[in-house]
């Protein structure tokens, strides 16, 4: 099955709506200041479902908001459940002179913000696939390192939303913010071992395959 990936970009903050003719699946929701633009962009579609990569604001704020507006469900993965609790749940790490410069900013946002955690909720993972919402070649890739539960979607044989676990600040590679910097490097190189694909990352342009 073919499908359309559609990047919605605000400020630093990526999400993504995957369609397949007119039925689409939202993966992240990015920020709230994006509220407005991404609800845009879905209203041009039969949205069937969001999935959350890890519910940090820069990808969940939107969620519970769109979650009503649409009538459709949020999927994410239990690990990180907590999360909309505390971010500091699961305290975050850098690596980098990047890294740093985008920890310090992140964590005044994140102390200052408060994601809703979805009524209209369940969760998702290893293995699992979208059939039920019509996107049956779509699966799920627990990829934890960022956050204990950040997923992926491996879509069709063509693309991989990877979430935080790897981004494209500068350059592509291991993402620069952790719980658990050896997961996330084993992580990494999980996404390495699907071959060439379109990579498509939470922060940074994508990156076509090269075939």
């Excluded at 499908?3 to 939202?26: E, V």
């Excluded at 002179?97 to 102390?111: D, H, P, Q, T």
């Excluded at 696939?129 to 049956?136: A, K, N």
């Excluded at 934890?144 to 990877?162: E, M, N, Q, T």
Aim: proline share 4%.
């Amino acid at each position: 099955m073919k499908y359309t990936i559609t990047r919605i970009k605000g400020g630093t903050d990526n999400c993504y709506i995957i369609s397949n003719g007119d039925n689409a699946i939202l993966f992240d929701t990015a920020s709230g200041k994006n509220l407005q633009k991404v609800k845009d962009e879905c209203s041009k579609y039969n949205m069937k479902l969001i999935v959350l990569s890890h519910p940090h604001f820069d990808h969940a704020e939107n969620a519970e908001e769109l979650s009503k507006y649409f009538n459709i469900p949020v999927a994410y993965n239990e690990q990180d459940d907590n999360i909309f609790d505390d971010y500091r749940s699961q305290p975050l790490k850098s690596h980098g002179l990047v890294g740093f410069i985008v920890l310090k900013m992140s964590l005044r946002a994140l102390a200052n913000t408060k994601v809703t955690r979805p009524v209209n909720k369940f969760f998702v993972k290893e293995g699992d696939t979208l059939g039920d919402y019509g996107f049956p070649d779509i699966k799920v890739v627990e990829l934890p390192g960022h956050s204990k539960g950040s997923i992926g979607l491996l879509v069709s044989d063509d693309a991989f939303l990877v979430g935080d676990a790897l981004d494209n600040w500068i350059k592509p590679g291991v993402g620069h913010l952790y719980t658990d910097i050896e997961s996330l490097k084993k992580s990494a190189e999980k996404i390495r071992s699907y071959g060439k694909r379109t990579y498509y990352y939470g922060h940074g342009k994508p990156t076509e395959k090269k075939r």
